[in-house]
């Protein structure tokens, strides 16, 4: 990690820089993928998974048998946990629910917004060398909590043809049985255009390598929806004296072991515990699997001494981190200070893998400084927002006057003559 | 209008479409805007200015002097009819505030969400022969109520380099002073990118032309959050027998004058209905101010016949209309119908034009069938939703032996380490 001390405002942004893909040709790349699989449909999928996961696959859609298989595989404890994930999460986005509330703004008009499931929507969950069951939980619940009528969900098979038991296992604990052996930027095609075995959507959530992030960006220029835009993953800490170096030097490595392009970026008041922070990171990465992943990623990030502790606050919220973890013994004090983050853990004990796994938030959150503009997944991903109004005799008489005005104010004849031929034919009767 | 009876299911997608833009010629046009704006900043704007809207513009923004004689000059009436649609927005608004909600998801782990403004958020107002303020109240206040700290807004000048009085008094009435005279695809590109004059925003809104439309799609792509996709407006109308003809075709002509490329849908399992809806309009039509765009506007629109109301409704939820107005004696049988549409006016006397001006919900809504995948702009548009946590040492004693069995399974390490070292210190005290 590099350590900075006290660096000024106005070479911030310097240091709030994420690692860039080169964009180009991954662009040229993506749009091919996505031409053929409109084109060609299955023929491409088949095509592709040959190319890029070296799979022939005959039937994209998961059978029940290979679900019952693989609920049959996976050990009792892990069932047990991933339920208990399951329960928090669903909780947490239960309470999001909006009840329907009717306001009359003017005697006689009535205004209320209801909230109806997106009919179709497709979740992505990558392959590679971590099955990543978590995110079918986060995308999964809220999906079934809202009422979505078809969920469907991709995700690649191995050379095998298999998936992951622990991935079919939580697709059928929450409710989703059309599951489908497809990954990549093909995916994300099948998706938003259909294909012979994959129906299409209109709104695809998940995450993904850059080219499931280039084709979510592209389809969306086609009018399909997404969970939001994408990059690498981060955490950002915020430590004060009251704080424990063990601690955050584990929060560290578990968002460096992620990727090598994952940032982590430390932030302090203490030199005491920037210090002991380092020496801690060195003695436990020694033991990790992944530790040549998490030194790459190490490269990339930055630890900074800031005097006063404020300035930590204001540069957090100039980086707007994804995770944004509050190591302090009173976190409290500071939560006004926080305007951009994607999830916050506060105090020494809420590290970032509980919400990545089991505290209830969601993990699907905004990266790469779109927590300045977007917000995590949630209950709201998953429905559109209807509004209704209804209006009385006595309502248009109320407010049909202002509706006149106004009308002819902005030349609109014909909106105001909606209002005039409604109030005469009451005046008539 | 063109008459329809009974269309087949299988034909239904030929009678949803939306009249089309042509694209790429567009995009070259707004992409080379956008990047000599990024380049030159005030200088390139001062050009545009020049050159698509014939005025010469020494300074960009709003002078107080400006404002305040613009607020002279517009009567009491119209501002008095301003007021009473801000008080009733006002109030619908405010109402979809969420409170914050601990949810205690394990003992000890505790989970909610904070609503913070968006800190800088761009408004944009189109100009041309309508001055549409409404869309400034429509976006300022749930602005204002969201606490966004910089408010901005854009909007075109005329040939002597003066805005339309009502946008000036409209936008000092809801909290915004910093107004800039600037239009088309640049105003956008100054607010994605910031100029000398115009600071830039980390989200866009507002209605406009293609030009306008294309820009907000390009600055997305470079991570500038939009309200919506945009394309024509539309309204479709179910009428039932005990809908009242008149008033139907007084609401397509509402959305008829609003360009030429508007559509407008009706859909009956009345004959009779239909027939003298038809009849209406061509006597309405007459009379109108803009009947020369309404005319070419309802070339574009159809009018179907369907035996069973049933069919109504599914095909209203197939189009996804931005306006849905259920003429009916009663229309609250039919509200479980609906499942996509922007916002929904039910009865009689229910108008789309109260709804564009005054009854309190958001006149900005999903048009081109995206109400089938996103909601019109709400107090919600202008938030970001921060998810906290905060785990207490009870807390991590009953969730951590969860996380560290998923975090194993997904074969993340040190996820699992940040919970184990956690569990360990507690033990050891």
Known sequence: MKVYNNINKKEWS??????????????????????????????????????FDKVEVDSFEVSKKEIDIACNTISQELKNAIINAKNNIEKFHASQEQKQQIVETTKGVKCWRKSIGIEKVGLYIPGGTAPLFSTILMLGIPAQLANCKEIILCTPCNSEGIINPAILFTAQLVGISKIYKIGGA????????????????????????????KAKELVQQEGIAIDMPAGPSEVLVIADDSSDPEFIASDLLS?????????????????????????????????????????????????????????????????????????????????????????????????ESAGDYASGTNHTLPTNGFAKNYS????????????????????????GNTIEIMAEAEQLIAHKNAVSIRLKSIKNV
């Open 255 to 351: 968002q460096a072991e992620h990727g090598v392009d994952s940032q982590v970026v430390l932030l302090s008041n203490s030199k005491n515990i920037i210090d002991n922070t380092l020496i801690a990171i060195n003695q436990q990465l020694e033991v990790l699997p992944r530790k040549e992943i998490a030194k790459i990623a190490l490269q990339n990030s930055t630890c900074i001494y800031f005097e006063d502790i404020e300035n930590c606050y204001e540069f957090s919220n100039y980086y707007a981190p994804e995770h944004l973890i509050i190591a302090s013994q009173k976190p409290h004090q500071y939560i006004h200070k926080i305007t951009n983050a994607g999830s916050v853990f506060l105090g020494n004990y809420t590290c």
């Open 186 to 213: 093909q995916a994300i095609a099948a998706m938003a255009y259909g294909t012979e075995s994959i129906p299409s959507v209109y709104k695809i959530f998940g995450p993904g390598n850059q080219y499931v992030t």
């Open 14 to 51: 310097k240091y709030t820089e994420r690692p860039q893909f080169e964009n180009k040709q991954l662009t040229k790349i993506v749009r091919n993928i996505l031409a053929e699989v409109k084109k060609d449909q299955d023929a491409a999928l088949k095509k592709f998974s040959l190319q």
């Open 376 to 399: 995590g997944v949630s209950l709201d991903s998953f429905v559109k927002k209807i509004t209704f109004q209804e209006i009385s005799k006595e309502g248009i008489q109320n407010l």
